[in-house]
T-cell receptor, first 115, second 120 residues
């Protein structure tokens, strides 16, 4: 069955440190999608990225970067030069097929960036 | 422009009653998604619409849940005979394109503020 593991329950870093949030997934499908979402203390959910299984290219968006590696079934998320505003719970998710089938979220990693 | 809106923002109901939750996506967004978040179950995906069609409904928790989308715009999530375990924040999101589209800004999901449902 499909599964998403975020082994880090909570992480604390000091501002300006780099931090990597781990995400390991399990799926038997060859077509799948991976996601990262952010939920700040205010509670709203914010979409960060979606990757398709056939596109293993890594992505950088400002201070955020994502490393998608099929060989290790991982889709890790790195924040460079973290800021206090990055404090949030971050969720990794997996969806199989092309219609949102078997869509599962990881348990989330709570990131605290201290000033 | 307007973002995704959801109504009501809060709904308190009694066990056994039916409720309807509404989502107004961003105009022109073909894809619409429903999720829910509860203390007990965390984040869950419920259903995805491409246009007015929901190709897979297996994410709905039980047959008491149904969803529809009309005119490629507004979507309604209906819960019949509500149970206490249905208490959660129900979230709606929309994106310009959905699953199957190439990666890029077209698949960025925009979330509404959510509807907090409390079943007494």
């Amino acid at each position: 069955a499909q599964k998403v593991t975020q082994a880090q329950t909570e992480i604390s870093v000091v501002e300006k440190e780099d931090v990597t949030l781990d995400c390991v997934y399990e799926t038997r499908d060859t077509t799948y999608y991976l996601f990262w979402y952010k939920q700040p203390p205010s509670g709203e959910l914010v979409f960060l990225i979606r990757r398709n299984s056939f596109d293993e290219q890594n992505e950088i968006s400002g201070r955020y970067s994502w490393n998608f590696q099929k060989s290790t079934s991982s889709f890790n998320f790195t924040i460079t030069a973290s800021q206090v505003v990055d404090s949030a719970v971050y969720f990794c998710a997996l969806s199989e097929g092309n219609y949102g089938q078997n869509f599962v979220f990881g348990p989330g990693t709570r990131l605290s960036v201290l000033p | 422009g307007a973002g995704v809106s959801q109504s009501p923002s809060n709904k308190v109901t009694e066990k056994g009653k039916d409720v309807e939750l509404r989502c107004d996506p961003i105009s022109g967004h073909t894809a619409l998604y429903w999720y829910r978040q509860s203390l007990g179950q965390g984040l869950e995906f419920l259903i995805y619409f491409q246009g007015n069609s929901a190709p897979d409904k297996s994410g709905l928790p039980s047959d008491r849940f149904s969803a529809e989308r009309t005119g490629g715009s507004v979507s309604t999530l209906t819960i019949q005979r509500t149970q206490q375990e249905d208490s959660a924040v129900y979230l709606c999101a929309s994106s310009l394109r959905g699953f199957g589209a190439l990666a890029g800004v077209s698949n960025e999901q925009f979330f509404g503020p959510g509807t907090r449902l409390t079943v007494l």
